[in-house]
């Protein structure tokens, strides 16, 4: 009996070491193994890493430079230019829309005389060559059949001339008095000349002395200043008449200012209907002698432009004549309060800071930054600074 119960304390004592064992394996064991599987997985992110550096690697650009080949150029639509020589300085101008010259005019009467009709009113569309106002004159009558008794006189030298002729040719008259008659109707067909030129010069009047006025051009009636049963005197002004579809602006400037423009150069206008481009088309100084002022004419290029009498604003750019560099106004963009071009190289384009001054005509003058020699990104250069900035943001992460 004592046997079998030590037995039974030798079995559970061997149980109680054992189980012992196994929970202090459990309480030093368990650390080491989490610390040294934590040890693997971080050496195995380490090769991984080392991996990516040697298979990947991150090679770090050129600051500034953004790679493109010249597909992706001619697919973005950035358009590169060279750097002009040459700035300028704006001046603002005030106008408006007139007739071109040649497609106006102010009809005045050759002849005083007694309105008779107004054949138009304002607004009236009418054909060169068709009458405005008639108009009866007792000189007109006195100028018609003067013209009409000089046409008679020659008349009737010819044919003295031409019975001295036949009778030179029978041998009745002396040669001589045929040189006198000859002379005599050289003489009256001078003087018939003369007379029928007054007589158109006047209108052409009929022989009661009545005279049509009328439009040397086509187009629309502006202002009529003659009244039925008024009186005219020679050189008064009847009707003025403008063609629509012929017009152009005209700017008054400063007399300095012609000096610095020239035609063919452009001007940018803003009108009622919006703003536009024109070209010069003139400049004259010393034209307007009361205003002091000269004018500047100019076209529109596409536009078509507001009615006659509209008024409008233009801004030319008169050339300076110096070396300074100026590049198009869309070159320029400002990165982290930096004026930036981008100079176009073989690789791309390279962000190069300038210092910038005046801006006229759609062109920025470039006062340090830039050689002259360099090509540069205008239109859509704002591509390139979106694309520096996404650069810039992606190497901060």
């Not at 559970?12 to 193994?33: C, D, H, K, Q």
């Not at 597909?71 to 603002?92: L, M, P």
């Not at 607004?123 to 000189?139: A, C, H, N």
């Not at 920025?364 to 990104?377: C, F, K, P, T």
């Amino acid at each position: 009996m004592n046997k079998k119960n030590n037995r039974l304390w030798l079995a559970a004592a061997i149980l109680l070491a054992l189980g012992a064992g196994f929970g202090l394996a459990r309480l030093l064991g368990t650390p080491a193994t989490e610390s040294a599987d934590q040890h693997a997985q971080a050496d195995d992110h380490d090769d991984e890493g080392d991996g990516h550096a040697e298979g990947k690697p991150e090679a770090e650009g050129e600051e500034g430079l953004i790679a493109l080949t010249p597909d992706q150029i001619k697919a973005s639509g950035i358009d590169v230019v060279a750097v002009s020589r040459g700035g300028g300085h704006e001046t603002r101008l005030s106008g408006r829309v007139e007739p071109a010259v040649g497609a106006r005019a102010s009809i005045a009467a050759a002849i005083g005389g007694r309105v008779e009709r107004v054949l138009v009113a304002p607004g009236s569309q009418i054909q060169t060559g068709e009458p405005l106002v008639v108009v009866v004159s007792g000189e007109a009558a006195t100028l018609r059949a003067s013209a009409d008794a000089a046409s008679a006189e020659a008349e009737a030298a010819r044919l003295v001339l031409q019975r001295d002729q036949s009778l030179v040719d029978q041998g009745v008259v002396a040669r001589q008095e045929l040189e006198a008659s000859r002379a005599r109707s050289l003489a009256a067909d001078a003087t018939a000349r003369a007379a029928r030129a007054q007589v158109a010069a006047a209108g052409s009047p009929d022989a009661q002395g009545r005279t049509t006025i009328a439009s040397p051009v086509t187009g629309v009636v502006g202002a009529v200043q003659a009244t039925p049963g008024g009186f005219v005197n020679a050189g008064d002004i009847v009707a003025n008449v403008s063609d629509p579809t012929q017009t152009e602006l005209v700017f008054t400037a400063p007399p300095a200012l012609v000096t610095q423009v020239s035609p063919g150069m452009r001007i940018e206008v803003t009108g009622p209907s919006g703003n536009f481009e024109a070209t010069i088309i003139g400049a004259a100084a010393d034209v307007r002698e009361q205003s002091g002022v000269a004018i500047i004419r100019a076209r529109a290029e596409a536009a078509d432009l507001p009615p006659a009498g509209s008024p409008v604003a233009g801004v030319v750019v008169a050339a300076d004549k110096t070396d300074v560099l100026t590049v198009p106004a869309d070159a320029v963009q400002a990165i982290e309060g930096r004026s930036v071009v981008f100079v176009a190289g073989t690789d791309g384009f390279r962000a190069v800071p300038v210092l910038a001054g005046r801006r006229a005509g759609g062109h920025v003058e470039i006062l340090n930054g830039l050689s002259g020699d360099e090509r540069i990104a205008s239109s859509n250069a704002f591509l390139l600074k979106a694309e520096l900035a996404k650069g810039e943001a992606e190497h901060g992460h």
